[in-house]
């Protein structure tokens, strides 16, 4: 089983920037950061292949930077701009939903003035 570890969230004001990391014990070819806000549905923010190709959510296009090392097995979330609505727990996984592994703790992310 892989697991998954990540960190880098913590309090930040509207318009402030964000870099979250997630390391996992093994490959995966295609990983995703998602996140889950209070009340709500986990939903898939990003994702990005082995080959380095990505999707975004709308709400996070432009705003948002999905990257990886494959070396370290390791998957970034630059996130720029952000917004009290970005304010949720991050998690990373497969892209795959049918595929996905045990949740890690996640990375909470606060976004308020």
């Known amino acids: 089983q892989v697991q998954l570890v990540e960190s880098g969230g913590g309090l930040v004001q509207p318009g402030g920037s964000l870099r979250l990391s997630c390391t996992a014990s093994?490959?995966?070819?295609?990983m995703a950061w998602y996140r889950q806000a209070p009340g709500k549905q986990r939903e898939l923010v990003a994702s990005?292949?082995?080959?380095?190709?990505?999707n975004y959510v709308d709400s996070v296009k432009g705003r948002f930077t999905i990257s990886r090392d494959n070396v370290k097995n390791t998957v970034y979330l630059q996130m720029n701009s952000l917004k009290p609505e970005d304010t949720a727990v991050y998690y990373c996984?497969?892209?795959?939903?049918?595929?996905?592994?045990?949740w890690g703790q996640g990375t909470q992310v606060t976004v308020s003035s």
């Open positions: 990005i292949d082995r080959r380095g190709r990505t």
């Open positions: 093994a490959s995966i070819f295609n």
């Open positions: 996984n497969n892209a795959n939903i049918g595929l996905l592994f045990a």
